[in-house]
């Protein structure tokens, strides 16, 4: 019972170009959503969060849009550049949880 | 700067052979997480900590076992690896786990069975 889902393993953007990760959930119960960014042999880091109160959180190149009804949200990423290249994680957090759900991820690949 | 250090890198050992894995923080976080990753899979909790109190994910095998002796430091024992066992194994820390916090992870030790 997967409660995150990545569907695309991969995806090409050229660099300059609007980079668009998706995510879909099945838990209502989910309070937080998070991604995060994974280059090869380095350990997950944070990116961006938001709450299950809202639904546009922005930072710098990043935003995360989040669509309740259709338990989906997104990563944009704009411009995309060379060094975005990696995996990127979404997360959900359950409310009075400690713990984190995790996707598949999606291998983004920015081309110069 | 404060990070989450985990050591080995890469360890091998053979079928059937204990190993441990280990994790330290500097972050005085609250939660620690013990994560399993396979190719292409999403990141499995194993169990984490909540200070002293263990929590063990329902679907984690017998095999896998962890103590945390201080707040610093958390290790994973597995008794006795088969060779699904292989994957990058994870830590990670957290200042109490609720309200969306990010956990911080290292960079992983990669184990190998042979």
């Known amino acids: 019972d997967q409660q995150v889902k990545q569907n695309s393993p991969s995806l090409s953007v050229q660099e300059g170009r609007i980079s668009i990760l998706n995510c879909d959930y099945t838990?209502?119960?989910?309070?937080?959503f998070l991604w995060y960014k994974k280059y090869p042999a380095e350990g997950p880091t944070f990116l961006i969060s938001i709450s299950s109160i809202k639904d546009k959180n922005e930072d710098g190149r990043f935003t995360v849009f989040l669509n309740k009804s259709a338990k989906h949200l997104s990563l944009h990423i704009v411009p995309s550049q060379p060094g975005d290249s990696a995996v990127y994680f979404c997360a959900a957090s359950v409310r009075g949880a400690q713990k984190l759900v995790f996707g598949q991820g999606t291998r983004l690949t920015i081309n110069p | 700067d404060a990070m989450v250090i985990q050591n080995p890198r890469y360890q091998v050992t053979q079928f059937g052979k204990p190993v441990t894995l280990s994790c330290s923080q500097t972050?005085?976080?609250?939660?620690m997480y013990w994560y399993q990753q396979k190719s292409s899979q999403a990141p499995k909790l194993l169990f984490h900590?909540?200070?002293?109190?263990?929590?063990n994910e329902a679907d984690t095998p017998d095999n896998f076992q962890s103590r945390r002796p201080n707040t610093s430091f958390c290790f994973l024992d597995i008794r006795s690896p088969g060779l699904g066992d292989a994957a990058m194994y994870l830590c990670?820390?957290?200042?109490?786990?609720?309200?969306?916090?990010?956990?911080?992870f290292g960079d992983g030790t990669r184990l190998s069975i042979l």
């Open positions: 900590y909540y200070d002293k109190d263990f929590n």
């Open positions: 990670a820390t957290s200042r109490d786990g609720t309200g969306g916090q990010p956990q911080h």
């Open positions: 838990n209502s119960m989910f309070d937080y």
């Open positions: 972050l005085n976080h609250n939660v």
